[in-house]
């Protein structure tokens, strides 16, 4: 598989391609000839003509540049996205540079919303593209950061916290990462602030200092395509102004243009000292108002608010018009702590990380797919269920103690003064009462030390079925490593909430009553249930009921009863908190729910298999091919 990058600039386009399973970095491919492309496009004979083609042998018609800028106000500059992707398709398919297997990866801007970016997935699939990606040109600036050998990066530096900014001709956007982690990036940026807008700006100067302003504005006003033929050049001027400032103090740069449309005007476009500063600190309509430089100085400072809780300790600076070096003083302003690096071919770097993030993208797409196929809750549960008998024991011990003390003993007191008049009354609010106690946090919070002690024990076959997945895929295992105790950050918890209702409760519940009935009754049926002459009597009805009916039923009568209230001060409490009590009652409980078909067991082990599962693939998520 290859991965083709296409960076759809307001002034330039570049792509680059990346095969799959590649020691070598993207490789740009030419367009048309050139490895950057003149972002124009407009139609001769019928013919799409992009770049240089669509201005310089004859002025083509339709001539539009700077679309892109125009993409989110303009829906004319709609059909010319289209156009022009159209014809870099043809040009790399007749240069046998792309084939139909491809996958094509387009960037756009960080501060495009939704909306915008499935409108611009539409107009490429209308070119022609098939599956078009479409990602921000900020992450695919920082993904060509991370993983580039030309830049000359300290990954150490990069681990803890890094911005890109991405500056271009239309934008300039901003990738913020902290720890080195791409699912720790955050993306923002101005959709309308790029170097196009001294290109305008440097056009329209020309215009006003021109003898035939009102010819060449006419000219302009009539027929888009000299317009936009003259903002090529005026960018032209300007990159090459600053191109060669980097070694020369003062470069002046000069060039005239014939506008042959309704006679001939000529105009002359200058760029010098003077007035790169006139250009860069004047009000611009562009910018309501503000100055370039104002405007870019906003910008960053704003950039600097947003990452100020781990300011960026490494400021890498993309995009051609990052070149400019007021630019780069700027960011030094901003961020004076920030160590300030320049992509070595800042027009390419978009291209090279968009080809690196389609690679990226279906390689942890894969991964999480066959975490999802291979890590299935059926394979986890057949894991729970050889380990369950190590977890039963003490489950039952801490449920029927919990339940004694939380749920039993309080109604008890109730029931014993009165509050509750039956023992019926009193075994329904017991199960009510027994559910809220399983629903709430205490229930958890006291089966945790039991289940940690269990999933210690679980982690390493649990860890066996994970780790081969990463190997597939180059993910590192590390980023997979599971840590599920309650004081790891991937806490898979029991939930006790759904086992209310269960046999197993039933049987606790059943446990209780009788402890209760046999203590009214002696055990037997016969003896006194309190002493006294009230006992007496009390006892010897008793013993008449069950010597006719038998011991069912007088626990049927007793459970309807409304006893006196001398007939209720029972030692219940001291029974039901004896040793002897609590083990016979853990017992019952374990009997209940420790065989391998019980209701209690097979919910057990689809919840912690279902937990289990969700906390896998959360981690999966998160997952990412490493810095290297």
């Not at 399973?21 to 003509?49: D, F, K, Q």
């Not at 993983?147 to 991405?166: F, G, P, Q, R, W």
């Not at 509750?420 to 075994?427: A, D, F, S, V």
């Not at 069912?552 to 409304?562: G, M, P, Q, Y």
Request: proline share 4%.
């Amino acid at each position: 598989m290859r991965y083709i990058g296409f960076d759809m600039g307001d002034g330039e386009s570049a792509v680059a391609a990346f095969e799959q399973g590649s020691l070598i970095e993207p490789v740009v491919l030419p367009l048309c000839g050139v490895r950057s492309l003149l972002s124009a496009v407009g139609m001769r004979s019928g013919e799409i003509v992009i770049g240089e083609r669509a201005y310089t042998d004859a002025l083509a018609d339709q001539l539009s540049v700077r679309f892109k800028s125009r993409f989110t106000t303009d829906p004319a500059s709609h059909e010319d996205v289209v156009r022009f992707v159209r014809g870099v398709l043809r040009d790399l398919i007749n240069s046998g540079a792309f084939s139909g297997d491809d996958q094509f990866i387009v960037g756009c801007p960080a501060g495009w919303d939704a909306a915008a970016r499935a409108r611009y997935r539409e107009l490429l699939l209308k070119a022609g593209v098939r599956q078009p990606q479409v990602i921000s040109e900020s992450r695919a600036a920082f993904l060509y950061a991370k993983y580039a050998h030309t830049v000359a990066l300290d990954m150490d530096i990069l681990n803890e916290s890094a911005l890109v900014a991405d500056m271009g001709s239309s934008t300039l956007d901003y990738a913020y990462i902290v720890d080195g982690r791409e699912t720790g990036i955050g993306t923002f940026g101005e959709t309308a602030l790029g170097g196009g807008i001294l290109d305008a700006a440097l056009l329209r100067t020309a215009v006003e200092a021109s003898r035939e302003r009102r010819q060449i504005e006419a000219v302009f006003e009539e027929c888009r395509s000299w317009y936009s033929y003259c903002e090529i050049e005026a960018r032209r001027v300007k990159e090459e102004y600053f191109t060669r400032l980097a070694c020369e103090t003062a470069p002046v740069v000069k060039k005239t243009i014939r506008i042959c449309y309704d006679g001939v005007q000529k105009l002359m476009l200058e760029m010098n000292n003077d007035l790169a500063q006139r250009l860069t600190a004047s009000p611009l309509p562009e910018l309501n108002g503000q100055s370039f430089t104002q405007a870019v100085r906003h910008s960053l400072q704003n950039a600097a608010r947003l990452t100020a809780q781990r300011s960026p300790r490494l400021l890498l600076l993309t995009g051609g018009a990052s070149r400019m070096p007021f630019f780069r003083e700027l960011c030094q302003e901003s961020f004076e702590n920030a160590v300030i690096i320049s992509c070595p071919e800042p027009e390419f770097s978009i291209a090279k990380g968009l080809a690196y993030a389609g690679w990226v993208d279906d390689n942890l797409r894969a991964f999480r797919e066959a975490i999802q196929k291979e890590v299935t809750p059926e394979r986890i549960a057949v894991i729970a269920n050889r380990a369950m008998p190590s977890l039963l024991p003490s489950v039952a011990g801490i449920l029927s103690d919990l339940l004694i003390d939380e749920a039993v003993l309080p109604l008890l007191e109730q029931w014993k003064r009165g509050g509750i008049r039956t023992l019926e009354q009193l075994e329904e609010q017991l199960t009510a009462r027994m559910e809220r106690v399983l629903a709430s946090p205490m229930a958890q919070e006291a089966l945790a030390p039991a289940v940690e002690t269990w999933l210690e024990g679980l982690t390493a076959e649990l860890q066996a079925l994970i780790d081969p997945i990463c190997d597939r895929y180059e993910v590192p295992r590390r980023q997979m490593k599971l840590n599920l105790t309650a004081s790891g950050a991937g806490h898979v918890a029991v939930n006790a909430a759904g086992w209310a209702g269960l046999p197993a409760m039933g049987t606790l519940l059943g446990a209780v009553v009788s402890v209760i009935t046999g203590l009214l009754c002696g055990g037997s049926g016969i003896s006194l249930v309190a002493a006294g002459p009230l006992g007496f009597l009390a006892g010897a009805v008793i013993g008449a009921v069950a010597s006719l009916l038998g011991w069912t039923a007088l626990s049927d009568l007793l459970k309807k009863a409304d006893l006196p209230l001398l007939l209720r001060r029972l030692p219940v409490e001291s029974r039901l908190r004896s040793q002897q009590n609590r083990r016979d009652m853990q017992k019952k409980l374990l009997d209940a729910i420790s065989p391998e078909d019980s209701d209690f067991r097979r919910q057990l082990s689809d919840g912690f298999s279902r937990a289990f599962s969700a906390h896998v693939y959360a981690i999966a998520q998160a997952a990412e091919i490493p810095i290297e």
